[in-house]
């Protein structure tokens, strides 16, 4: 990691590593050879990006965010010749990204950092929300943006905000005084989120009490929900501990979809299977329970993980690639 880097996410990251048990929060630092799956190899899409972070993909766009480069990418999930969509001479980093059919969306995480949009046809950046303490991973739903505060771990000081899409409004604070919250997901009930302290979260859309759903966890990192259940990835307290889980969105008791993983980070869903990274492998499950299958190996540090009807996508951190698997 670049020095430049280094200064957004030491602070940040100083607890824990991926695939180093631990439990702490992951950050960019450690792509494609084999694959498994029905789709054959995984392809290159992007090479050069080294520290590539989050990936969404829509309408047949895929997007990433470069802390070290300082910019937002995208590339045609076929196949082309990346593009920027955002880039700054600032100093600040991009962290998470999402997409919908309005724009491509992202954080820019520091201590007085901002969210942003940027037109899907293209276009000028808009800025949604200013001096947001370490605005963290986002989501969009409902015509509104919904993001995490976290800047200081350890200080009970994280946050779950929101502010509509329109940039009509002023953002609102949803939650306060959150246990370092890493990742979030909404629906059109509630919005769900992972706290480093061990915890996951939900709570309706339009506010209310937070509402406790697992406790306990070793290093809840990233979280996905469909319709009946919230999924989330554990780094584990020691290595080779770590899981993917599940719990019903209605409460109930978590049950562990796959265990002894080394790193698990990125996570999705969709109608039949969990998807997630593994440090160096991408992996699946039936949504049900089973087997837990490799559909990719021999990667550096696959870090995020995005779906479409046509792929799966990931981010190799260290690799500096972006990659796809055809479904």
Known sequence: MTPAAMSVFGLAF???????????????????????????????????????????????????????????????????????VDATSTGLAPWDVAADAGGVYWSYYSAAGSVMIAPAGGGAPVTLARQQMGPRSIAVGGGNIYWLNLWTLGDGSGAVVAAPISGGGSSATLASAQDDPNDIAVDGANVYWT?????????????????????????????????????????????????????????????????????????????????WTDATRVMSVPIGGGTPATIASGQKQATDIALDAAGVYWTDTEAGTIMKLAR
């Open 195 to 275: 706290n480093l302290g061990g915890t996951v979260m939900k709570m309706p859309v339009g506010g209310g009490a937070p509402v406790e759903l697992a406790s306990g966890q070793p290093g809840p990192q990233r979280i996905a929900v469909d319709a009946a259940n919230v999924y989330w990835t554990n780094t584990g307290s020691i290595e080779d501990t770590g899981a993917v889980m599940k719990v019903p969105i209605a409460g109930g008791t978590p049950a562990a979809l796959a265990t002894g993983l080394k790193g698990p980070l990125g996570i999705a869903v969709d109608a039949a299977a969990v998807y």
């Open 14 to 84: 100083a607890i824990g590593s991926v695939g180093c048990g631990g439990g702490g929060a992951a950050g960019p630092g450690m792509g494609g050879a084999g694959g498994s799956g029905a789709g054959g190899a995984p392809i290159v899409l992007a090479s050069g990006e080294r520290g590539a972070w989050n990936v969404a993909v829509h309408d047949g766009n895929v997007y990433w965010t470069n802390p070290e480069s300082h910019k937002v990418m995208k590339v045609l999930a076929g196949g082309g010749t990346p593009a920027v």
